[in-house]
């Protein structure tokens, strides 16, 4: 039986527990998409917390594919650049450095949540795009482009050099971001995607982008190194046509095919009409226990998953195969340090040299 400190081994990477940190944007990227101080100390720290994945926020594989001017991104050397001190100093540290690969789509041009997440309009924003030209429903939309055949050649590329700028980067595990709402899950969900070619209608024809997507990172990152893609298990909108868990359990298995290995359930986005269940302790872990139940695919659990207990026991009753810690993880950058203590697993845990004398 696995635990919380039962390490992982995904292709040929080995995570030494089963703690990873959720994805969580910063805002701080100054100038124009680029790592700074606050990204080396906080993915840092997060590390020598003893992280088994230490997984960077959503980084855009294009400008427009931000969320706001603020966010991290990968589409150029000068972005790897810009990753590669903080990659090294988290391998450095024992966790294995993770990136997640982003689109915005109709949800892009934004202010970050302390600036009242409204839409950039004027010079210092830009024209999200989207599966159609349905903008977000902003109070003041943004004018936004629905994608043509070029231009969703042109996404798929952009995901693939991007993978190939965080291979440069250092990064070991690539997480394909197909959740909550923007530009993969806009595709993919019928409450969105209202396009009649072959990247609309039925489940094969909307799903289609996800899968390109996925296919076009797994064949840029290498066969040693896992491939991640994280998923809205479901739209939360169970009186009108909408994703349901049962097409994640369906995709998470053609993801499986296409070489992902591990799928990261999360949930919703997609519009703001959605109704939220009660979000209380590991409200999303029944998502991913479906996956895993119906798939030979392993699967991440996240959304309120903020005790060592809690997520010793996602693990034990082979619930998911990761514990994804978000916000715990804003209020203890040493979880899983702490962890270790609580279960009694001092043993298991890499206490960096110079911090022994505190534990
Ligand atoms: C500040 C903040 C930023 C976030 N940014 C991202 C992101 O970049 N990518 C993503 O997939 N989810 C993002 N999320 C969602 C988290 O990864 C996580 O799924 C969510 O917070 C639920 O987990 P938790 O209850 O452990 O926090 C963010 C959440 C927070 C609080």
Known sequence: MSDLFTPLSLRGTEIPN??????????????????????????????????????SEAAAVEPR????????????RAHADALAPITGFVRSQGSV????????????????????YGPVHGDDGWTPVGPTDEPWPHDEPLATEALDQAGIEGVIDAFREAAEFALEAGFEIAEVHGAHGYLL???????????????????GGRTRLVREVTAAVREVWPDEKPVFVRLSATDW?????????????????????????LIDVSAGGVHPDQGLPDTGPHYQTPLAEAVREANDVAVGA??????????DEVIRNGRADLAIVGREHLRDP??????????GRMDDARVPVQYRRGF
Request: proline letters at 7%.
């Open 18 to 55: 089963r703690v990873m940190v959720s994805p969580m944007c910063q805002y701080s990227c100054q100038p124009v998409g680029l790592a700074t101080e606050w990204h080396r100390v906080h993915l840092g720290s997060r590390a020598v917390g003893g992280a088994g994945i230490v997984m």
């Open 65 to 76: 594919g931000r969320i706001s001017p603020n966010d991290l991104g990968i589409w150029s």
């Open 97 to 116: 450095p993770a990136i997640q690969l982003a689109h915005a789509g109709r949800k892009a041009s934004t202010y970050p949540p302390a600036d009242g």
């Open 185 to 203: 899950h806009e595709f993919y969900s019928p409450v969105t995607n209202a396009r009649e070619d072959d990247y609309g209608g039925d489940f």
């Open 237 to 261: 909108l169970p009186d009108r046509e909408s994703w349901t868990v049962d097409d994640t359990v369906r995709l998470a298995g053609d993801l499986a095919e296409i070489g992902a290995d």
């Open 302 to 311: 996240v959304g309120k998953i903020t005790t060592p207990e809690g997520a």
């Open 334 to 343: 040493y979880f899983t340090l702490h962890a270790a203590d609580a279960l």
